[in-house]
C-alpha cells in the first residue's frame, strides 16, 4: 500500500464540488510563481497544458495534481494537503471567482513514508 504525497481536506472538498459542478472536470498545479509564490491552481482540465517537464504527484478528490520537475525536487520529501480558505487570492485559479483561494500545508515525510511513496507520473 503506497503513501499518497497528496491529500485533501473537507474543506476543498466543498469548493472543489461547486467547481466541478460549474466547470466540470478539473486540475491542479502548484505553481512556482514569483508574484504569487508557490500557490495551488485550479484550472478546468483541458484549459492548462501539463509541460513535458511537469509531474503528477497523485489525485485528491478527482482531481490530478502537478507541479514541475524542478520544483518537485523541493517537495520530494514533503506531503502536501491542499485546503481552502475564504478571502480572495490573486492568479488564475477557478476558486478565486467564488470568494476561496486554495492553499496548500506542507509537511516533512517520516523514513517509513519515504520508504513507501506512491511513484510520481511523469
Request: with cysteine; net charge negative; glycine share 10%.
Amino acid at each position: 500500500m503506497y503513501v499518497e504525497r497528496v491529500s485533501v481536506t473537507d474543506s476543498a472538498k466543498k469548493v472543489l464540488d461547486k467547481l466541478k459542478r460549474e466547470h466540470g472536470e478539473l486540475i491542479f498545479h502548484q505553481s512556482g510563481g514569483c508574484c504569487d509564490g508557490s500557490v495551488p491552481m485550479c484550472f478546468k482540465k483541458d484549459e492548462f497544458l501539463i509541460g513535458s517537464n511537469d509531474v503528477c504527484l497523485g489525485e485528491i478528490h478527482g482531481c490530478k495534481f502537478y507541479m514541475s520537475s524542478d520544483q518537485f525536487e523541493y517537495y520530494k520529501n514533503m506531503h502536501l494537503t491542499l485546503d481552502a480558505t475564504e478571502g480572495r487570492g490573486s492568479g488564475f485559479s477557478l476558486e478565486i471567482s467564488i470568494g476561496f483561494r486554495f492553499i496548500t500545508v506542507s509537511r516533512v515525510l517520516t523514513d517509513a513514508e519515504v520508504k513507501n511513496l506512491r511513484p510520481i507520473e511523469t
